[in-house]
T-cell receptor
Framework: KAGVTQTPRYLIKTRGQQVTLSCSPI?????VSWYQQTPGQGLQFLFE???????NKGNFPGRFSGRQFSNSRSEMNVSTLELGDSALYLC????????????FGPGTRLTVT | GQNIDQPTEMTATEGAIVQINCTYQ??????LFWYQQHAGEAPTFLSY????GLEEKGRFSSFLSRSKGYSYLLLKELQMKDSASYLC??????????????FGRGTQLTVWP
């Protein structure tokens, strides 16, 4: 069974631009969560999607948004990029909401210059 | 945040035993996870505790005391490949936060020959 895939793996953007990251969960998994990882803050929860609906949102500004499609694939978008948005963005999938095991993808390394 | 605390760094030698502690606030607790993350890679699931006691899985064991808000990850017979960051994550099921994990900042373990 294929694992969680994220595209692209690496991205360089300029301040003020916007970016879209993609996550394909493990086949059959319906819950997708997004996290931002930085050296200073560690892993911070962004949002969780289940059945194409956002179920949970972390403490991030409205510039961060996401969506989930009917096949459970998810995208997150960051508009008006800031230097502080440089981070590793990780997607995690689980079978269902509250399922005890979350499987992480390899992440997208975003650098904002 | 949810005050999930773990040491920033630890070092040990090959063949030794190391214990990585994690404390968290107890209100609403509903499960504690340990993940291993090698540099540049995604976190991988190690263990899950929801009841008090010790869970053993090969060289790794995880302990939980819910009343004390305390867990530890025990690594035995350390190998060089165990050098990684170890992340403690807690789930607090308060209705809307179902499925969300709160992470500590990680403990960077270095194993010396």
């Amino acid at each position: 069974k294929a694992g969680v895939t994220q595209t692209p793996r690496y991205l360089i953007k300029t301040r003020g631009q916007q970016v879209t990251l993609s996550c394909s969960p493990i086949s059959g998994h319906r819950s997708v969560s997004w996290y931002q990882q930085t050296p200073g803050q560690g892993l911070q929860f962004l949002f969780e999607y289940f059945s194409e609906t956002q179920r949970n949102k972390g403490n991030f500004p409205g510039r961060f948004s996401g969506r989930q499609f009917s096949n459970s694939r998810s995208e997150m978008n960051v508009s008006t990029l800031e230097l502080g948005d440089s981070a590793l963005y990780l997607c995690a999938s689980s079978l269902d909401r509250g399922a005890f095991e979350q499987y992480f993808g390899p992440g997208t390394r975003l650098t904002v210059t | 945040g949810q005050n999930i605390d773990q040491p920033t760094e630890m070092t040990a030698t090959e063949g030794a035993i190391v214990q990585i502690n994690c404390t968290y606030q107890t209100s609403g607790f509903n499960g504690l996870f340990w993940y291993q993350q090698h540099a540049g890679e995604a976190p991988t699931f190690l263990s899950y505790n929801v009841l008090d006691g010790l869970e053993e899985k090969g060289r790794f064991s995880s302990f939980l005391s819910r009343s004390k808000g305390y867990s530890y990850l025990l690594l035995k017979e350390l190998q060089m490949k165990d050098s990684a960051s170890y992340l403690c994550a807690v789930r607090f099921d308060r209705g809307s936060t179902l499925g969300r994990l709160y992470f500590g900042r990680g403990t960077q373990l270095t194993v010396w020959p």
